[in-house]
């Protein structure tokens, strides 16, 4: 058995570095990037006609490829004492099974990402990091851990890069297969440019937080050496998440694409990817060479001790972020920016944005989610009218600038302690000949009258957002203060 220059006992192969396997992981990735600018530009210039099930086939195919090239190159390049096929292949599946039992789950459905985490540059930034980055790494974590990690086949530095760049891979085929079969195909070359960015920036980040686990299997590594992997895995992926948003453009269509998708965000996820393999190799070069110096704590071969405490420090932070990504999701969500104009106080949702017309008392925005908007209008009360008179202006006004205008039924109600008169509406805009489309609407009016003055505040929204936008209307009714 190897032992420093202190005379401690290593790992037998603490002080062992297969250069290879770098090498291979990093020659991977750029033949990923390789064969996707040959599906681009065989779907550019052939453009092949697929629809239906034969583009769902294909998509799925597709959304496999970066795993399999990624194992069959490692395989090819890395002849020395690689890693057992079936060890790795159980390593990707198992990441797989778990990023769809749980990874998805948490970010798609528990916290329901995609409806608020563009709302502001803030939330975007703490969500992503908290949230999207926390829980990618976590099942990261629990797949090398609890599945590899204690095996006789993990006995070197660089296997934790090879199990958690596999495992990285089974996160991102995850999330590449529920892209396909949500959208029941994809466009084949942007499709793959976005399954290939997935997969360059999980395979990347799984190789990251597989180099703290490979550390600490061979050395004696403090109780926060996992969490820290794990703290800068998360970071650096919810970064990641925020640039990708910046850089790339326009969305993946359904069948055929007449042009060339932009490469921005497949050309970030292969720096990250060629940073991540550069920065992994130099970190291992730097503690093979502290290991041979006795500078580097010596763990001996069958020492377990503190795994465990370092596992439970590592699900102690994963809880931690968790309830950070609560308390984002809550002040996206539920956060209120307050108002006051006219004698009139209230509050709206905070991503809302304010852009109050001549004529209006306030008019707020949802421009990053479902379009609704919410107006507040106040006006003179004329010759005594009543809530029906004012009622029947609205709709008179209405119907002389919308091609359809249909009130759909009205109630009593209450406004800051007032009777009012609540109404649904719903109505066409815009086309005829030469014009566009005519746009559906639905909308809803509380009337009030208050100290003279008639008050109406109204919701409109597309008719399929209504149900979603009704609680945050009726939450900002009930706070309005005359």
């Known amino acids: 058995m190897a032992k420093t220059q202190a005379g401690g006992e290593l790992h037998p192969k603490a002080a062992f570095q297969r250069r290879n396997v770098l090498a291979s992981d990093l020659v991977a990735f750029i033949a990923l990037i390789g064969f996707v600018a040959l599906v681009v530009l065989i779907d550019h210039y052939l453009k092949p006609s697929l629809d239906g099930q034969w583009l769902m086939l294909a998509g799925l195919a597709l959304a496999l490829v970066p795993a399999i090239l990624w194992m069959f190159m490692f395989y090819r390049l890395d002849s020395a004492q690689p890693e057992p096929v079936t060890d790795v292949a159980r390593v990707f599946v198992i990441g797989l099974a778990l990023a769809s039992a749980l990874g998805l789950p948490l970010t798609d459905q528990f916290f329901r990402v995609r409806d608020w985490l563009y709302r502001d540059t803030l939330t975007t930034l703490l969500g992503a990091i908290f949230v999207i980055g926390g829980v990618q790494a976590i099942v990261v974590f629990i797949t090398v851990r609890f599945f590899i990690y204690g095996e006789p086949e993990f006995d070197e530095r660089c296997d934790g890069v090879v199990y958690g760049t596999a495992a990285g891979l089974g996160y991102a085929t995850a999330m590449n297969l529920q892209f396909i079969l949500a959208n029941h195909g994809a466009a084949i070359g942007p499709g793959e440019i976005f399954i290939a960015e997935v997969a360059l920036a999980h395979a990347a980040l799984g190789g990251l937080l597989g180099y703290f686990l490979g550390r600490a299997k061979m050395q004696?590594?403090?109780?926060?050496?996992?969490?820290?992997?794990?703290?800068l895995t998360a970071l650096i992926g919810g970064l990641f998440t925020v640039l990708l948003g910046q850089v790339e453009e326009g969305v993946i269509s359904i069948g055929a694409n007449a042009a060339l998708p932009s490469f921005s965000g497949l050309l970030l996820s292969g720096a990250l990817a060629a940073g991540m393999s550069l920065l992994v190799a130099a970190l291992i070069r730097r503690d093979v060479r502290l290991t041979l110096a006795g500078r580097m704590p010596p763990r001996a071969a069958d020492a377990d001790a503190g795994d465990g405490r370092a596992t439970g420090a590592v699900f102690g932070l994963f809880a931690v972020t968790l309830v950070a990504g609560l308390l984002v999701w809550n002040a996206a969500v539920n956060g209120t920016t307050s108002f006051h104009a006219d004698g009139v106080r209230g509050a709206y949702p905070s991503y809302y944005t304010s852009d109050t017309v001549p004529g209006a008392l306030l008019h707020v925005t949802d421009s990053l989610g479902s379009g609704a908007e919410f107006t507040i209008a106040v006006s003179p009360l004329e010759n005594g009218q009543k809530l029906q008179d004012i009622a029947a202006m609205l709709a008179a006004d209405r119907g002389s600038r919308y091609a359809v205008y249909k009130v759909l039924d009205s109630a009593a109600a209450t406004v800051d302690g007032s009777p009012a008169l609540r109404q649904r509406y719903?109505?066409?805009?815009?086309?005829?000949?030469?014009?566009?489309?005519?746009?559906?609407?639905?909308?809803?009016?509380?009337?009030?009258?208050?100290?003279?003055?008639?008050?109406?505040?109204?919701?409109?929204?597309?008719?399929?957002?209504?149900?979603?936008?009704?609680?945050?209307?009726?939450r900002f009714v009930n706070s309005l203060n005359f």
């Open 426 to 474: 719903a109505w066409a805009d815009g086309g005829g000949l030469g014009r566009s489309m005519p746009q559906l609407k639905q909308g809803v009016d509380y009337i009030s009258i208050k100290s003279g003055r008639a008050v109406v505040i109204s919701l409109a929204a597309a008719p399929d957002r209504m149900q979603e936008v009704m609680p945050l209307f009726t």
């Open 220 to 231: 004696h590594e403090p109780v926060w050496w996992m969490s820290l992997g794990f703290a």
